[in-house]
């Protein structure tokens, strides 16, 4: 990304959308990108979430990664609206192929269909894939 | 916007849930490179994704990466070809860019 | 590193943070405490126990500005704010209370 990032105090706003497409455990895609979400906070942005494909099995809720002993980012996700990120958009299309409704995740989000993602997307000034 | 796709269309689902995401809204548009070329290719099982998101945006490829797999003779009409200036020339005239992995 | 508490032995970064969540109890508390020249009182008690249950319920260590706002929210505006914890803390509530809490350094802590 070539985007030059103005972090001065009073700087120009942008926005960044960060667009989660990996299931969480199989690769270190998600967590890293929940990271960076986490730290894009403290430049005070205008920051959402998208989640696509297998992106939406990162907000599942009842992960229980003990026995596998690996870390369960999934509660952090809750902790996004401390952080004053509150902007989670999930495409319809992606969650509906995997059988999964609004219901079994476990963070409340926005709904989008494919087309208004598409728009969504189109009107960042940023957008970073995980 | 513009939509760079670098990954075989056979290797994962990036182009057909680009292509789904981006060709329902207006005023974006898709470029193939490396790997990614395979998806300009006639004949493929994606072909008529592919020309179907033809009607609503533009299709570009990068040249350089459809010779050196040899597949630059079997390039889906209507798709744009570029080459590295060209490639420059799209993401600045584009408000922004989204690369899929 | 190694930190040496009641004659065992506890794994540390090389800033000293400790490296298992679960070697955490009162006294490497106290002894990590100690290393950042802080006596330990029942309002840094305070902060670090809701450092581990901030823990526990996100798996992540807060960044100074949520924590703050958290402490106001749940321990009352005289609490959540710069000041008090800073006074408690005064190399940065994020770096030394995550420490004396065995937790990681927060995200995004340079």
Redesign the interface.
């Known amino acids: 990304m070539s985007e030059e990032m103005d972090m001065d105090e009073g700087g120009t706003v942008k926005k960044f959308m960060f ?1 989660n ?2 299931a969480p455990y199989g690769t270190i ?1 998600a967590l890293e990108g929940l ?1 960076v979400v ?2 894009s ?2 430049f005070d942005q205008d920051v959402s979430l998208a989640f ?2 297998d992106g939406v099995y990162e907000l599942v809720k009842g992960q229980n990664t003990k026995a596998v002993e690996m ?3 999934s ?2 996700y ?2 996004l609206e ?2 004053d990120i509150e902007k989670l958009y999930v ?1 319809r ?2 969650l509906e192929a995997r059988g999964l409704s609004e219901g079994d995740l476990l963070v409340d989000v926005q709904i989008l ?7 969504m ?2 009107a ?4 970073i ?2 | 916007m513009l939509h760079i796709i670098n990954k075989s269309p056979f290797e994962n689902n990036s182009l057909l849930s680009c292509l789904r995401v981006a060709s329902a809204a207006k005023g974006h548009a898709i470029l193939f490179i490396e790997d990614g070329v395979y998806g300009v290719m006639q004949g493929t099982a994606v072909e008529k994704s592919v020309r179907d998101a033809m009607a609503n945006m533009a299709v570009y490829a990068l040249n350089p990466d459809l010779e050196a797999r040899g597949v630059q003779g079997r390039v889906m009409d209507g798709v744009k070809l570029v080459d590295y200036d060209g490639f420059v020339d799209l993401v600045a005239e584009h408000d922004n860019v989204q690369s899929w992995l | 590193m190694a930190l040496e508490v009641n004659g065992k032995t506890y794994e540390t970064d090389e800033e000293g943070f400790l490296l298992n969540l679960n070697d955490w109890n009162e006294d490497v508390a106290k002894a990590l405490a100690q290393g950042e020249n802080i006596d330990m009182t029942e309002n840094h008690w305070e902060v670090i126990n809701f450092l581990r249950e901030y823990y526990n319920e996100y798996q992540i260590a807060p960044a100074v500005r949520v924590l703050t706002k958290a402490i106001g929210k749940k321990l009352g505006p005289e609490k959540g704010n710069s000041k008090y914890l800073y006074d408690l803390f005064p190399f940065g509530p994020g770096k030394q209370a995550c420490k004396i809490a065995g937790l990681p350094k927060p995200t995004g802590c340079i």
């Open positions: 667009v497409r990996k895609y990271e986490l730290i906070a403290a696509l494909d870390k369960n980012f509660s952090t809750r902790a401390g952080y495409e299309e992606s269909s494919a087309a208004e993602m598409g728009e997307m189109a960042q000034d940023v957008v894939s995980f």
